[in-house]
C-alpha cells in the first residue's frame, strides 16, 4: 500500500493523464469538418491532373542528399528501425524549420525520459512504480508538442506575411521579371519564414529544375491548401496561358480576406474559448485549494475506492464538455 502523499500524487498523475488522454481522443474525434477533407482531395485532384509539374517519387530534386543523417550511425539504424511512421515524423520535423534528424529527435526523447525518471525518483522521492511511467509519458509527449508548436509557430508566421509575398511577385511580373526571378525576389526582400523557403526554391531553379517542382517540395514541408493555390495558378498559367500577374494579386486579395475572417472568427469566438479553459480547469483548483486547506478532508476521495470512480467520471465529463466546446468554436474558412 502506498502512503497518504503516494496515493496523492498517483492519483494526480493518473487523473492527469486520463483527462490527457480523453482530451487527445476527443479532439482526435471531434476536430476538423468535411470542409478540410473535402479542400485537401480538391487541392490533389488538381495536382494530379498537372502529373508534369509536381515532382516524381524517387527523383532527386536537388544535387545535396535530402535524407540527411545523424553522425551516430547506430542509432540512425534504430531509429528507422523502430519509428513507427518515420516518413510523417520527418515532415514534422521539416515543419519547424530546424535541421534535426529523425534520429536525433529518437535520442531527445530517450534523454528527456531518463531526467525525467532520475528527478522523480530522487528528487520528489516517488517510487519506481511512478517514476518510470511518468518519465516514459513525458519523453513521447514533451518532444512531441514541442515539435509541433514550434511547427504551427512557424506556418502561422508563413500565412501572415504570405499575402504580402505574393504581391512582391505579382510587382515584380508586372515589371517584365519572370517569374523565377520574381521568386528570387521574394527570397531576398521577404521576412522569415518565407525567404528561407522561396530560397530554396530559386535554388532548385538554378539547378534545372523547374518553378513548380521547387514549389511542391516546400508545399511539403509546409502542407497549406493555400501555398498549393499559388503552385496550381502558375501551373494553369503555364499550360493555358494567361495574365499571371492579375491571377496572382487576385490570388493574394483571397488569401487576405480569408485571414481577416478567421481573425474575426477568433475574436468572436474568444468567450467560448476562455469559458472552455475555466470550466476545464476550475475542479483541479479547487481540488489544489482544499488540500491545502485541508488535506484530510480531501484525501477521503482518494482513499475511498469509490472516490476513485467518481474522480474517472468527474474527469471524462470534463473531457467531454471541452471537446464540445472546442469543436463549436472551430470552423474551416
Sequence with gaps: MFAGEDQLMLMLIVGGGTLFVTLVLGFALVGGDNASANTKRRLANLSHGHAPVAPKAGQRN?????DRQSSIKVLDTLARKLIPKPAEL???LEKTGKKLTTAEYALICLV???????VMRFVYDLTWLLSIPVGLTSGLILPHWTVGFMGARRVNKFMKHFPEAIELMVRSLRAGIPISEAIATVANDAPEPIATEFKRVSDTVKLGKSVEDGLWKVAKRIDLPDFKFLIIAISIQRETGGNLAETLAGLANMLRKRRQIKLKIKAMSSEARASAWIIGSLPFIMFFLLWLANDEYVMTLINDPRGIYLIG????????????????????I
Design 90 to 92: 520527418k515532415a514534422r
Design 112 to 118: 528527456t525520459m531518463a531526467v525525467v525518471i532520475v
Design 62 to 66: 536537388s544535387a545535396r542528399i535530402d
Design 313 to 332: 467520471a468527474g474527469l471524462t465529463m470534463i473531457a467531454s464538455g471541452v471537446g464540445v466546446m472546442a469543436k463549436m468554436v472551430r470552423f474551416e
